[in-house]
């Protein structure tokens, strides 16, 4: 049932992004898809209260208030036009009528826009048995062929583990950085910029970033079958240095990414003043009340 509710948020989404940017209706339908979407994300801290992971749990109800709140101001959107930046800090309804190609980033629907694209690269692979089974595979395939290449003697234990010195390693769809791509992939294809900058933008991120997984894997792979840190090999490969390589590369990914494409840093800044300026009017709203 909740995968239902998930894929029908998504295809609001995909929709709204899709209607011409001087109709209203797009607003009520993304509006409408972040409302389901957070009955998505308001169901996962059950799961996570089971397995008594509470980071995750305050992670997901904070990400399922956030859906709520820009299903709340894109539907205020859908009656008073869209909210945009006048001045970089200023906030203003463009009514709908007046809108031009020249007009100031339309904040939420670049959102809307960049959470459907993702959604829809990053969720078939989590969702869908075959596609999560070929990713998988097709990288613990690769990160052995090339530790063999390199003379280590690791195997195919199964189709989703890799045995080095009788230390078994198993790949799960985290493994693959299909997240790290849907999100570069939602956020580079959400923007109105010629293919000049949008092809640069994800030639340094969407192939770097697989390269950069398979390294990391087969470093963890390699520490964990040659004991480098002892009894902790695996803990201390994975859970601490490659996590902080991952973060590093993120970020200068991240920052390349935002020189080709600048739209993305305006579209971040303008989503922060737009999500402050509403929860100031909310809060003083239930005072008032």
């Given at each position: 049932m909740i995968e239902n509710v998930l894929w029908v948020a998504v295809g609001l989404?995909?929709?709204?992004?899709?209607?011409?940017?001087t109709s209203r209706v797009r607003k009520l339908i993304g509006g409408t898809g972040w409302g389901v979407f957070s009955i998505h994300w308001g169901y996962q801290p059950l799961h996570y209260i089971e397995v008594q992971d509470y980071a995750n749990v305050a992670l997901t109800f904070l990400f399922a208030l956030f859906c709520l709140l820009v299903a709340y101001i894109m539907l205020r959107e859908y009656r008073k036009g869209p909210l945009v930046l006048k001045n970089n800090r200023e906030v203003m309804h463009l009514p709908v009528s007046s809108q031009t190609e020249g007009d100031p980033l339309d904040i939420t629907s670049m959102l809307t826009s960049a959470s459907a694209l993702g959604a829809?690269?990053?969720?078939?692979?989590?969702?869908?048995?075959?596609?999560?089974?070929?990713?998988?595979?097709?990288?613990?395939?690769?990160?052995?062929?090339?530790?063999?290449?390199?003379?280590?003697?690791?195997?195919?234990?199964?189709?989703?583990?890799?045995?080095?010195?009788?230390?078994?390693?198993?790949?799960?769809?985290?493994?693959?950085?299909?997240?790290?791509?849907?999100?570069?992939m939602g956020l580079i294809g959400s923007v109105?910029?010629?293919?000049?900058?949008?092809?640069?933008?994800?030639?340094?991120?969407?192939?770097?970033?697989?390269?950069?997984?398979?390294?990391?894997?087969?470093?963890?792979?390699?520490?964990?079958?040659?004991?480098?840190?002892?009894?902790d090999s695996f803990v201390i490969a994975h859970n601490y240095i490659a996590k902080a390589g991952s973060g590093i590369a993120l970020?200068?990914?991240?920052?390349?990414?935002?020189?080709?494409?600048?739209?993305?840093?305006?579209?971040?800044?303008?989503?922060?003043v737009i999500l402050s300026e509403e929860l100031k009017y909310l809060l003083h709203r239930f005072a008032r009340d």
């Open positions: 989404m995909i929709a709204s992004s899709a209607i011409p940017r829809l690269v990053y969720f078939p692979f989590a969702n869908f048995s075959f596609l999560n089974t070929w990713i998988i595979g097709n990288v613990t395939s690769q990160v052995t062929w090339v530790l063999q290449y390199f003379g280590f003697p690791a195997y195919m234990k199964a189709w989703n583990m890799i045995t080095l010195n009788g230390y078994t390693v198993e790949i799960i769809l985290a493994c693959t950085a299909i997240e790290s791509i849907a999100l570069f109105r910029a010629p293919l000049t900058r949008l092809v640069p933008a994800f030639v340094v991120s969407v192939p770097v970033i697989y390269v950069l997984n398979l390294i990391r894997d087969i470093f963890v792979v390699v520490a964990y079958g040659e004991q480098w840190f002892g009894n970020f200068l990914i991240s920052y390349a990414v935002l020189k080709i494409l600048p739209e993305l840093l305006a579209m971040i800044d303008g989503l922060w």
